[in-house]
């Protein structure tokens, strides 16, 4: 069985050395989970198909080594190996691989794993001890779980999509990959829960989460405030439906947050836009007051900020304890200086470039990028199996 992994990538560190994790993943749900668990210290190695491995080689121009940026990002200190997981051999390696794991991790459409022979059930027969995590699109229950799920495809049917933008957007999808990459998220939590359940029974147990599961999720506010009082979200663009103001302002050369979510901040900035009255006006005296007469209020707060640069106003809501921000483009945020102290842009040993690390510092280090993304094993078999 040959593998292949980053001539840069560092001996086991982390909190999690000596954990083995195997991957049958693709694009990012999966991939994504698993790089989490590299960065932390486990032996990561990733299951792909012989004719060009996970799709996410491709999705992008040439970054490194023929694959793409995205690639890169999401299978950073890993190993890898090619195997047709659709012929008798190479499922004899990857059981091989299987019996020596911790976790296995995998994002392919329910039923596939089962038919290729890599159910849950009995795997985690033949291996009382793995800990098994499946991630699906729709839920591993129900009448979508077989159907095919994309970011976009399920920010949609999750109701993500009509909670983005202003009262009169069209549906606006997010910018981010908040359902894969959550799932991701969620993959581990679970992992890691089962993690600690083994510790004290010996046995692992299966993990499932799903990209619809997490929208769900992050949308839980809003859904319970219909499920509980009816009440359908709306949108407030940059703004809060229960906090006035809480939203973006446009100074006279750009844009910035105020956040002035309570009443003892809205009278600090009262104070700032030199309008001290407001504090005893009965329509803004309070956050209920002003949530009702809310376009009423930022009518007049826009037309206060807009008269000034934005580095005024941040100077005087420095002074005065008022939270704010400007809103920054992503070149702006890559060069602030409070992103470089973080520390969390990461050189990639032996490389030229620079990937963001896990956002979480241990005993007040962060945890250094193993390596880089391992390239493809050349493998004569031609693998066929699905994609999740």
């Not at 999705?59 to 940026?69: T, V």
């Not at 997981?85 to 499922?91: F, P």
């Not at 920010?155 to 999808?173: E, K, L, T, W, Y």
Request: proline share 8%.
């Amino acid at each position: 069985m040959d593998f292949t992994s980053s001539p840069a990538t560092q001996g086991p560190a982390g909190p999690l050395r000596g954990l083995r994790v195997i991957e049958f993943g693709q694009v990012i749900a999966a991939p994504f989970a698993t790089a989490i668990l590299a960065d932390l210290g486990a032996d990561v190695i990733k299951v792909e198909r012989p004719d060009g491995g996970d799709d996410a080689r491709y999705m992008g121009p040439p970054f490194r080594n023929g694959d793409a940026l995205n690639f890169h990002v999401f299978n950073r200190g890993k190993r890898s190996v090619a195997l047709d997981l659709k012929s008798a051999a190479g499922r004899a390696e990857a059981h091989l691989l299987v019996a020596s794991a911790d976790v296995l991790v995998h994002n392919l459409r329910p039923g596939v794993a089962e038919a290729l022979g890599f159910g849950a059930q009995p795997l985690c027969a033949a291996h009382p001890s793995l800990i098994y995590c499946g991630i699906s699109a729709f839920g591993g229950s129900g009448p979508m779980r077989a159907s095919p799920g994309y970011e976009p495809l399920v920010q949609a049917f999750s109701g993500m999509f009509c909670v983005n933008g202003g009262p009169h957007d069209p549906p606006i999808r997010g910018g981010p990959a908040v359902c894969d990459q959550g799932a991701g998220m969620w993959a581990v939590s679970g992992i890691l829960s089962q993690l600690q359940a083994r510790a004290l029974t010996g046995r692992g147990g299966v993990v499932e989460t799903s990209l619809l599961e997490t929208a769900l999720g992050w949308l839980g506010p809003k859904l319970d405030s219909y499920i509980n009082e009816g009440l359908a979200p709306k949108k407030h663009a940059s703004g809060h439906p229960d906090f006035v103001p809480y939203q973006r302002f446009e100074a006279s050369d750009g844009p910035l947050l105020i956040c002035a979510g309570n009443d003892r901040l809205f009278a600090k900035l009262a104070v700032v836009l030199n309008r001290a009255d407001w504090v005893e006006d009965t329509r803004f005296a309070t956050n209920r007051a002003r949530l009702a007469h809310r376009h009423l209020l930022i009518g007049e707060i826009d037309a206060i900020v807009g008269s000034q640069p934005r580095g005024a106003w941040m100077q005087r809501f420095d002074a005065a304890g008022i939270p704010h921000a400007p809103i920054h483009r992503i070149e702006e945020i890559a060069a602030h200086p409070q992103v470089e102290a973080l520390g969390i842009r990461q050189s990639v040993a032996h490389t030229d470039y620079r990937l963001v690390g896990l956002p979480i510092v241990f005993d007040g280090e962060r945890l250094p990028l193993r390596g880089e993304a391992p390239p493809l094993a050349p493998r004569g078999t031609q693998a066929t199996w699905a994609t999740p």
